[in-house]
């Protein structure tokens, strides 16, 4: 099997051609979508999601090759650090009141 690369109009274009027909005995090749994927990732050729697909094999000269289409892959801008929200109280804070001034009013009163 043979495999081109090429880059245009922010695709990537990936040609595969097989051997001729075989006869009988000989081995016949098959090329999927993830023979596709190892042949890019073993290239380091980052891609985004296939945009075409074919079915390549050696069994019939029609399909003998045959070209796989990929976007090119987008690099995500940096995206700024969200601001830490600021949460607010459901019911109103309560001040803690003076216990001291708590005790002597309650002895005063049972007087």
Same mark, same amino acid.
């Given at each position: 099997? #043979?495999?081109?690369?090429?880059?245009?109009?922010?695709?990537?274009?990936? &040609?595969?051609?097989?051997?001729? +027909?075989? %006869?009988?005995?000989?081995?016949?090749?098959?090329?999927?979508? %993830? $023979?596709? @994927?190892?042949?890019?990732?073993?290239?380091? !050729? %980052? +891609?985004? #999601?296939? !945009?075409?697909?074919?079915?390549?094999?050696?069994? &019939?000269? $029609?399909? /003998? /090759?045959?070209?796989? !289409?990929?976007? @090119?892959?987008? @690099?995500?801008? =940096?995206?700024?650090?969200?601001? =830490?929200?600021?949460?607010?109280?459901?019911? /109103? =804070?309560? &001040?803690? /009141?003076?216990? !001291?001034?708590?005790?002597?009013? #309650? =002895? @005063? $009163? &049972?007087?």
């Amino acid at each position: 099997m #043979k495999f081109e690369t090429e880059k245009k109009d922010g695709k990537i274009f990936v &040609t595969v051609y097989t051997r001729k +027909h075989p %006869k009988k005995e000989e081995h016949r090749e098959k090329v999927t979508l %993830k $023979d596709i @994927l190892r042949v890019l990732e073993e290239n380091n !050729i %980052k +891609h985004g #999601k296939c !945009i075409q697909s074919v079915k390549v094999t050696n069994r &019939t000269p $029609d399909r /003998s /090759s045959g070209v796989f !289409i990929f976007e @090119l892959a987008q @690099l995500k801008p =940096k995206s700024k650090p969200k601001p =830490k929200r600021k949460y607010t109280r459901r019911t /109103s =804070k309560k &001040t803690p /009141s003076d216990p !001291i001034a708590e005790i002597t009013e #309650k =002895k @005063l $009163d &049972t007087d």
